[in-house]
């Protein structure tokens, strides 16, 4: 099957980051679990040959699990054609150096090991048995399921992975292939289909690590983290500074923590031509203003009242916010205007700025349905439809 072919003026656009931030994305040494549709539409690297990228995420390492619709055997290798239900990609699967030369070890020529049951342990034997069973498990026919994982390559422009482990896999329950398919659909939600921004420019001396988006992306992971772990349901700025404390270089006089109540609603003068780099904790707050905003951009925190006081809340340990969106869909559903499809997003966005916080996010919103779904409070009855259960 060969790749669908790319719009130019895409390619055009798009920006191939630098190879040597590439090993900053944790996806470039995984095996990525893709669906052959995108393995054969990955756009290839004009820097390296062999690596290749998805939503902007260097791969060269591919984890694919699908049904074997094609085969074809060499004396050094096997070609697998394997189907996951999106596609079909080609896997050339090498023998081992003792199959060649040996042949098939369960042709009937081979040494039968009835007796040695009854013998004395004999690591011979044993061995052939283990490879016996290595054999059977890595040839595979028509219809049967087969697990491959190595490199991507192109070759005479058709794209084929060039497998370095590869398995049968017995699943007479298709409990694999449930579980597979349960897993892959939340690996793109929460890692491949979000962008990994990589800026080689975007350098600030005084932050220790290199690269100030890297840094923005590790420290709105570490406040992503405290969330999940302490179930905080609000918090202000200086209650998570200290977690981002290692990635901004010290002042040895004072550090973050002995400044926080003093200087936080001070306003510093702005730096001359003459003055120095900025101060460790301006660096700090700097820091945490950023990833406070990608938590708000993506719905996961919002405050309720814009004031001095910086209080914000987490969306969805919010039980005031997620009591009055129940209401406004129990309420509203009861018109006859909603009652058959429900009420829409837009709707439900602007009378929860109107009843509860007019700071309230589309994105935040998006979160709290999620959530009230998923505990069968409210259900979707088309595309961004709700109503209450």
């Avoid at 002042?251 to 001070?266: L, M």
Wanted: with cysteine; glycine share 4%; proline share 6%.
């Amino acid at each position: 099957m060969q790749p669908e072919a790319k719009d130019p003026e895409e390619d055009s656009v798009w920006e191939e980051p630098p190879s040597m931030l590439w090993g900053l994305d944790p996806m470039f040494n995984a095996f990525t679990r893709l669906y052959v549709k995108d393995i054969l539409q990955m756009r290839e690297s004009c820097q390296v040959s062999g690596i290749y990228f998805y939503n902007s995420h260097p791969i060269f390492k591919v984890d694919v699990l699908g049904t074997v619709v094609y085969k074809r055997e060499r004396e050094d290798f096997f070609c697998y054609g394997v189907d996951d239900g999106t596609g079909v990609i080609n896997s050339l699967c090498w023998k081992d150096e003792p199959w060649r030369e040996q042949g098939d070890p369960a042709t009937p020529g081979a040494r039968s090991f009835g007796s040695s049951a009854r013998e004395d342990f004999n690591p011979a034997n044993e061995l052939k048995k283990l490879r016996q069973a290595q054999h059977s498990s890595s040839h595979l026919e028509i219809g049967e399921l087969l697990r491959v994982r190595g490199p991507v390559k192109t070759s005479r422009q058709q794209r084929e992975i060039m497998a370095s482990t590869y398995y049968k896999v017995s699943d007479p329950v298709m409990a694999v292939q449930i579980s597979w398919m349960m897993e892959v659909p939340q690996l793109y939600r929460e890692c491949y289909d979000k962008p990994f921004h990589l800026d080689s420019s975007a350098q600030n001396p005084n932050i220790q690590g290199g690269s100030a988006s890297y840094l923005l992306g590790r420290a709105t992971h570490i406040l992503k983290d405290f969330l999940k772990v302490k179930e905080v349901t609000r918090f202000r700025p200086y209650d998570v500074q200290d977690l981002l404390q290692p990635l901004v270089s010290r002042q040895p006089q004072k550090t973050a923590a002995e400044q926080v109540h003093i200087q936080w609603e001070e306003q510093e003068p702005e730096a001359g031509p003459s003055s120095g780099p900025p101060t460790s904790f301006k660096q700090l707050r700097e820091l945490l203003q950023k990833s406070l905003q990608i938590l708000q951009d993506e719905g996961l925190v919002f405050r309720k009242v814009k004031c001095q006081d910086e209080v914000y809340h987490v969306t969805e340990r919010d039980k005031d916010l997620l009591m009055a969106i129940r209401d406004i869909l129990r309420e509203d559903c009861r018109r006859e205007k909603y009652a058959e499809k429900g009420c829409h997003i837009l709707h439900i966005l602007s009378s929860v700025r109107q009843r509860y916080s007019r700071n309230v996010s589309k994105a935040a919103l998006e979160l709290v349905l999620k959530a009230l779904e998923c505990n069968s409070d409210i259900i979707s009855t088309s595309d961004s439809h709700y109503t209450i259960l």
